[in-house]
Every structure is written in C-alpha cells, then in structure tokens.
C-alpha cells in the first residue's frame, strides 16, 4: 500500500494566501462548451435566464444592474466604459496592462455593490492576474496551481463575479451526492439550453427526474450486448479505412486520429442512440456537418465576453449565428423524422418486456426505440427530440477523446503498450470483442481508466447552488466549514482532484497499475476512504469510479446527475482500442509537446493527434491464423 504525506510538491503548504483578481481568463485556443466555461464565463455566467418576478431582459452582469431599475443603454455603458478607467488605473498602479487593470478595477469598484452576496466569506481568494491565465496553458492548468498554493477549496474573484474551485474529495462527495439537489448546472445549462432545450444535462431539477427515471432503464444488459457487437462492427470501418490509407502511402501513411476517433465516436452515438448512421467514417453529409457546425457555436458561446446571440434578431444579423440556426433546423429536422418513423412503428410494452425482447435480432436495438415503445411515458416529441440530442453531444467528443488520450499514453509507454496487445492478442485475436472479451481484459480497462485520470473529459463540472449550504472543510480547511449561499457558482476541478499529490502516487505518470493497488492518506483523519481496488474488482463495476475511489476519480461525476453513459462510453473505448492496436503499429509523427492541448467541453489537441500508422503482423490465437498471414498462405481451392 502507498501512503503519501500531505505535503504539496514544492511544499507550498504554507506560504501565505493571496488575492486571485480576474476578469476573465482563456487560453486563446480555448475550444468547445463546459468545461471552457470557466475560460471566458464573464459574459455567459452572468447570462441568466429571468426568474419570476426579475424583470428586463437578462444580458450578463448588466441583468443585474437591469432589476435594479437601470435601463439597459446605462448598463451596457457601464460595462464598456471601465476599459479606460482600467487603462488610467493600471497606469497609475504601475503596470501598464490593460487587462489586468480593467479586471482589478472591476473587481474592486464592483465589491460591495454589484457582488451578490452568496456568502463563502472564509474562503480562501487565490491571487493572481487575468495575464496568469491569457496564457498559452489551458486554464484548468491555472487552476491547478493555485490549487497546490491555497487547497481544496478556494475563491476567484472575476469582477463582480466569485467562483469557488473546489478539488477536494470531501467537499465534491458533498456536492455530487449528499447534498446534490441544492445544485443546478448554473453556467453550464444556460449554454446548452439553446440547444439541448430540457435534455438531462441542463434540465431543471423537476424536468430532470422525470426524465432520468424514463431513461435509465433502457441502459440494460441485451442493449449493451447489442451495442457491443455494433462497436465491433463501426471500429470495423475505421480498420479498414485505415488499412487503405496505409496501403495507399506504400505501407506507413501519418494520420490524425483524433479526427478519425470523431468520426467513429459520431457513427457509434448515431446508431447507438436513435439507429442513424451518420456514415462519417467514409461520407460527409449535411447533418454531419450541422452537428460539428452546432459544437463549433457552443464553443465559441462559452468563450465569448458578451451573450450578443440573445440580442433581437441576432440570428438573422449575424451571419455565425444564422449559420448556427440553419445548423440546429437540420439536426432538428433529422432528430424529428426518426422520432416520426419509431412512432408510426410503436409497439407499446413495458419496461421489463422491452428489456427481455431479443436484442441479436432486432433492426433497431436504439434507446429511441426503447423510449418511443416504453408503456405509459407521455413524453412530447420536442422533449424526446431534447434527450436525443443531448446523448449525440454528450457521448460524441467525450467517448473520441478517451480514444485520442489514451492512445497519446500508450504510444509513449511501451511496456504499457506491449501488456495491452499480449492481453488482447491473447483474449480477443482477430474477433470482434465481446462483453465477455471486455470483462477479461483488465488491463486495458485500466488503461482507459488511467488515460482518464490523467485527461479527464470535461476537465471541470460546474455548479450553482439552489439554496444556502455549509460545504465541508475537506483536508486541511477551515474546521467550521465554508458557508456558502443561494446562487453561489462552483466549479469542480476533475483534472485537479486527478492529478492530486494529495491523492495519487506520482499523479502525473501514466501507470494503469495503481487501479491495482490500494492508495490512503492519513492526513484526511478518515474523512477519505482512499482508493481501494476491490471495490472495483470484486464488485460489479468493471473501471474504476468514483466509489472505489471515495470521489478522488470522478471522469463520470457521481451521485444522482452521473453520466448515464459511462458503461457505453468505455465498451466502446475498449472495442475500438483493442480493434486498432491489434492491426496497427502507432508512432507519434511529431514531438509530443506539439500535439499540444486545448480546452473544450473535453481535452483536445492543440493540432491532432498526427500518428505514423502501419500494419502490424499479430500472433495468431487459438490456432487462428491472422489476415494478414492468412494473405500470404495459398488459398486452398
Ligand atoms: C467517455 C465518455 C463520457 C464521459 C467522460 C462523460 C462524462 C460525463 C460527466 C462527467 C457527466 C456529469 C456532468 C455533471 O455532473 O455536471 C455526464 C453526464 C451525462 N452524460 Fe456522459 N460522458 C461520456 C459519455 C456519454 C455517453 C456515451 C452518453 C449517452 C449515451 C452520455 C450521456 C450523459 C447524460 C445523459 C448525462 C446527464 C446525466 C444527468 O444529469 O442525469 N455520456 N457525462
């Protein structure tokens, strides 16, 4: 058993706390939607949506200033003019960088007044300028130091605005499950309401329980079995079309397999969740192209200072906002046909007989078939249109990403990498997997578990408090805890928590052996249970969770909102990474520093994952003979 002291790296523990004053910070290659939030989230957290009895219309810091009675052409001064208030102020504090002036001056004229009081008074304020962040790094990197510099729960004031970064396992044990419904989505659903509507991720807490309960049963053992074989048969393609690329660069072609996981992780959610075969692997077509288009929107919405797309006519005007509608009107329209087409075939049952119908043999094993057939759920099809359309993007990038990471580690360990292809050159051969194949390959389930530590997708889950709470101290906090209040937003560090000293050994080597090996700090005086592996091993889950791990891992969240996906997602991470390594030999084609990292709703490359691709000649199994060998024997006639 490892043990670890508490002590952070450079045994920062104890220098003095200081003062994080941030308007806003992002990587200027910040991507996608989620976790980037924390990137630029000024203009989108302040972005609320009216409440009863608010008045005016909402547009970022200013829906404030507007209940307070000020008309908006007031309010929108107010928040251009202290560019060059911040220009005099930085000035005249002695550096002359106008961003971090107009943050400090935000932040210092608007305390008092235009801060909500959400409480968190004893929380530590992590101190640094917005130039800390504008950076290169991406900003959960940031996060990570004041993390080390000020522990597991600490404030950043951005202006008017304070977010509380937590990355302590107590503390998200309090938020993901104790204490899980005094917390919305916050930030986070006022992104992705425009276009996942009340799909589970954004859904108000009422919206949100009725759909999860209509949901999860169509998550059962014969659709994972069918999804299993279907996994088989996309990743299939993409050996194929690999194959082909090989062949045609004379046996080494260099490809970017981050875009060749997308276009697999797009063909699998399509037929997975509503039996559509987008055909991305081989074919682009408008829906494809709407789907990206609409990501690319989401991207740029969280990564943008001021809500403009809620303007009147703003998606007539703008032309990436029309281009945005036409987008979601071609998803919509797709989404909205296939709902049309399982309604005119219904066959009413209930949940137990859906579950025990014959999934080998059915033509569309989908969860929209489950959902459309499911007895007595009155379900509105613009509802069904907005749970399917959450599971095309929840389970699209993420589940590419977990592809892109994991294979980015293994080509850089070679004894990682040498374990992996003996277990599946000894368990799987030249088949497709099956569950059964999954279940006895404990090693590259590490594997993807360990590239998920160490990438997890999203980076930070967000959270906005219903009502008053008191969170936790966690390891080395304030005993009396931190008392926090309605409408306080929190942004839960997983990359933080991940790569804790606190929490793993050696957390920045990528070691799929420590899900073996049981971890415990005794600095938490049992308020962390540690990790232990039989929770995994001898139980039923076959990753790691965050129970094993008492939420020290936690890329799937936990508690009531966890991801209803998370068994899909790693069978077909499985399935398609024993598939490819078991046909190719992967080199990277460039220095691992240039393939670089950015910020989405996931962890993305910089600039692809450019891999030196050829064909690898594998051992045969069980008497079986590989295709490649297979090729090069006469043909008996
Ligand atoms: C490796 C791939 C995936 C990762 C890392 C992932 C991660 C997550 C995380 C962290 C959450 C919780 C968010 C929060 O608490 O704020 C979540 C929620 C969710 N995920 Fe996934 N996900 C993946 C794949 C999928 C797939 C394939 C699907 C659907 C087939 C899916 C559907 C959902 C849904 C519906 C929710 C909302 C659950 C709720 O609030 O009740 N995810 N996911």
């Known amino acids: 058993m490892h043990q670890l002291s508490c002590r952070s790296p450079a045994g920062t523990t104890t220098r003095p706390i200081r003062e994080l004053r941030i308007l806003t910070g992002c990587s200027p290659r910040a991507r996608v939607f989620g976790s980037v939030l924390p990137q630029r989230s000024i203009g989108l957290s302040t972005t609320s949506p009216l409440r009863p009895g608010q008045q005016g219309r909402s547009i970022g810091s200013q829906s404030r200033l507007v209940s307070r009675g000020l008309p908006d052409p007031v309010a929108l001064g107010l928040f251009f003019a202290p560019g060059l208030a911040a220009l005099v102020y930085a000035y005249f504090r002695g550096k002359g960088n106008l961003t971090d002036g107009l943050s400090r001056l935000l932040t210092e004229v608007s305390q008092g007044y ?21 950076g290169d790094q991406p900003l959960f990197k940031a996060l990570y130091q004041w993390f080390i510099e000020s522990g597991g729960v600490y404030k950043l004031v951005f202006g008017p605005k304070a977010f509380i970064v937590v990355s302590d396992p107590v503390v998200v044990r309090h938020l993901l499950k104790d204490n899980a419904f005094n917390y919305d989505k916050g930030v986070l659903a006022e992104i992705l309401e425009p276009i996942m509507g009340k ?35 996309c990743s299939k393609r993409s050996v194929d079309k690999l194959e082909a690329e090989v062949d045609r660069g004379q046996g080494a072609a260099v490809v970017d397999m981050e875009s060749e996981f997308l276009s697999l992780g797009l063909d699998i959610i399509g037929l997975g969740v509503f039996n559509y075969d987008f055909g991305s692997i081989t074919s682009e077509s408008p829906v ?42 071609v998803i919509n329209d797709c989404l909205d046909g296939l709902i049309r087409q399982a309604q005119d075939t219904r066959v009413e049952e209930d949940a137990e007989a859906l579950q025990n119908r014959d999934y080998s043999k059915l033509r569309d094993p989908s969860l929209l078939r489950f959902l459309v057939d499911m007895r007595g759920e009155d379900v509105t099809n613009k509802q069904l249109r907005d749970d399917l359309m959450t599971m095309l993007i929840a389970g699209h990038e993420t589940t590419a990403a977990v592809l892109t990471w994991a294979l980015f580690c293994l080509v850089q360990a070679p004894e990682v990498e040498a374990r992996v292809l003996e277990e599946v050159d000894r368990v799987v051969g030249d088949r497709m997997p099956t569950l059964e194949d999954i279940k006895a390959m404990p090693y590259l389930r590490a594997t993807l578990g360990e590239s998920l530590r160490m990438y997890p ?23 009396s805890g931190y008392p926090i209040g309605k409408g306080a937003d929190l942004f839960i560090s997983v990359w933080n928590l991940h790569r804790s000293p606190y929490l793993w050994k050696d957390p920045d080597t990528f070691r799929p052996d420590r899900f073996f090996e049981a971890f415990s700090n005794p600095d938490f005086e049992g308020k962390w249970a540690g990790y232990r592996p039989d929770a995994v091993t001898g139980g039923a889950a076959l990753y790691p969770n965050e129970v094993s791990s008492d939420f020290a891992f936690i890329p799937f969240g936990g508690g009531a909102r966890k991801c209803l996906g998370d068994q899909f997602a790693m069978f077909e991470a499985t399935v398609a990474m024993a598939m490819l390594v078991r046909r190719f030999n992967f080199q990277l084609a460039v220095p691992p520093e240039k393939v670089g990292m950015a910020t989405g709703a996931t962890i993305h490359t910089a600039n692809g994952l450019l891999l030196k691709v050829t064909r690898r000649i594998p051992p045969p199994t069980d008497g079986q003979t590989s295709p490649q060998q297979q090729a090069r024997e006469p043909v008996a006639v």
């Not at 929380?123 to 640094?128: D, L």
């Not at 329980?209 to 994972?224: D, S």
């Open 114 to 134: 235009f801060q909500p009081d959400v409480g968190g008074k004893n929380i530590p304020v992590a101190e640094g300028e917005l130039s800390d962040l504008a």
């Open 199 to 233: 799909g589970l991720i954004p859904a108000d807490l009422d919206t949100w329980r009725v759909r999860r309960r209509a949901v999860v049963p169509a998550f059962h053992k014969q659709y994972y079995e069918a999804m299993v074989s279907m996994f088989g048969r």
């Open 288 to 329: 494809i192209k709407a789907v990206y288009g609409v990501l690319k929107e989401a991207e740029h919405r969280s990564t943008f200072y001021l809500p403009y797309w809620n303007l009147p006519l703003a998606d007539v005007l703008v032309p990436r906002q029309a281009k945005f509608r036409r987008d979601l009107l």
């Open 457 to 479: 997708q999203p980076p930070i889950l967000i959270r906005r408090a219903l009502g008053e709470d008191v969170l936790p101290p966690g390891l080395r906090g304030d005993p």
